[in-house]
């Protein structure tokens, strides 16, 4: 009797949970994924698969975004060709996007594929945004142009380094102007708009250096697939986005050291004749407050030894403090006429695209 009881909490508590990630997903630009969040919601609340695979689940669904995970689970073995009558309405394998008929085969795979399922459950979601990119080379040449020097890129919560390339990223703006690497295969349209950064000479980025506590490698085709399996499918333009930078990393080596952000950053240093810019966009709030003032010691440890020849910079795309907006700020060391101090160069949704410059 106890633990029926004990089950009946878990699994309403699964099925609110379904109901909140679903109305994100709605939230968010994928009303594809809010109509399967739902159904699988009714399928936990009648006691079906979802409820047995969740159930062990129950203690920290929120923290841990367990039906993005399923959803993850089920999104690779759709990618990797192992569940065709899925795949038949999934938009991202060329399927119809209907939702609705997508449910049905979704419960027979999970049912069918419970070890995947299962195994998925226990990995945290790993996203790698390239149109936060945007944000980033607008930065950067923000900093080339007050001094021209080439850039030695160091990011930390790198993810899987994609946006360590982004000097070979085509950036267009709302007007179709385009910046960057003309002919690119990976595509920022209607990127930026207001006052757009200064135009300067092509960014040169001599060094990509990053860290994550779990990279990934977007050169294997593991990688990869993990990558893709973690966007929405009905989003057609960062799928587009991702696969395009898959390619360039697949022509451009960048590092991801397994490290965290204080650690890492220990090791580098600035070095004469090249701009230092360390960069992270949507991370912070991975770090516990004594590792983000162990960053910001050691930045201004760094910059304190920075000089005109050798100068650093800290670029970052992260939330306000009011949560809502999304800012990009720079600092610099010495001050190269951008201004002293933490300034906002401009504004952008989550996924950073548009940019407003401001
Ligand atoms: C939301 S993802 C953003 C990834 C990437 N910066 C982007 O914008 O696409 C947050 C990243 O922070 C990483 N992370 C978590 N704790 C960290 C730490 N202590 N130091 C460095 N990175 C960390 C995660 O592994 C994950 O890759």
Redesign the pocket.
């Known amino acids: 009797m106890a633990a029926d009881v004990v089950g009946e909490a878990g699994r309403a508590g699964v099925v609110a949970h379904l109901h909140r990630q679903a109305d994100a997903c709605e939230g968010l630009g994928s009303p594809f994924y809010a109509i399967v969040l739902r159904a699988l919601a009714a399928d936990a609340s009648a006691d079906g698969i979802t409820a047995r695979l969740l159930r062990e689940h129950s203690e920290d669904l929120h923290d841990t975004a367990v039906g993005l995970r399923l959803l993850g689970g089920v999104h690779r073995l759709v990618l990797s060709g192992s569940a065709p009558a899925v795949a038949r309405h999934y938009p991202s394998a060329g399927g119809d996007g209907h939702a609705a008929a997508a449910v049905a085969p979704i419960l027979v795979l999970m049912a069918n594929q419970e070890a995947a399922i299962r195994d998925a459950l226990q990995r945290?979601p790993?996203?790698?945004?390239?149109g936060?990119a945007a944000t980033l080379v607008g930065a950067l040449h923000h900093l080339v142009a007050a001094r021209p020097l080439p850039v030695r890129l160091v990011?930390?919560?790198?993810?899987a380094g994609?946006?360590l390339r982004c000097d070979r990223f085509e950036i267009q703006t709302v007007d179709g102007v385009s910046y960057g690497w003309l002919g690119s295969p990976a595509v920022l349209e209607r990127a930026w708009r207001g006052r757009l950064p200064p135009p300067t000479q092509p960014v040169e980025i001599v060094e990509r250096l990053g860290?994550?506590?779990?990279?990934l490698d977007p050169t294997t085709a593991d990688g990869a697939l993990t990558l893709t399996s973690y966007v929405w499918p009905d989003q057609p333009e960062r799928l587009a986005r991702l696969r395009g930078a898959l390619a360039v990393a697949r022509q451009v080596p960048a590092t991801v050291e397994r490290?965290?952000?204080?650690q890492?950053l220990d090791q580098v240093e600035p070095r004469p004749g090249t701009w230092m810019v360390a960069w992270?966009?949507?991370?912070w709030q991975?770090?516990?407050t004594a590792?983000q003032q162990a960053v910001l010691q050691r930045l201004d440890q760094i910059g304190a030894g920075a000089t005109p020849d050798a100068p650093l910079a800290h670029v970052a795309?992260e939330p306000a403090a009011d949560g809502e907006e999304f800012l990009v700020t720079v600092q610099t060391w010495p001050d190269v006429g951008l201004g002293s101090g933490v300034r906002v160069l401009g504004q952008a949704p989550p996924h950073g695209i548009p940019v407003d410059w401001v």
């Open positions: 945290a790993q996203t790698n945004e390239v936060r990011e930390i919560g790198a993810s994609l946006n860290c994550d506590p779990y990279p490290a965290g952000a204080a890492f992270h966009s949507v991370m991975y770090l516990a590792e795309f």
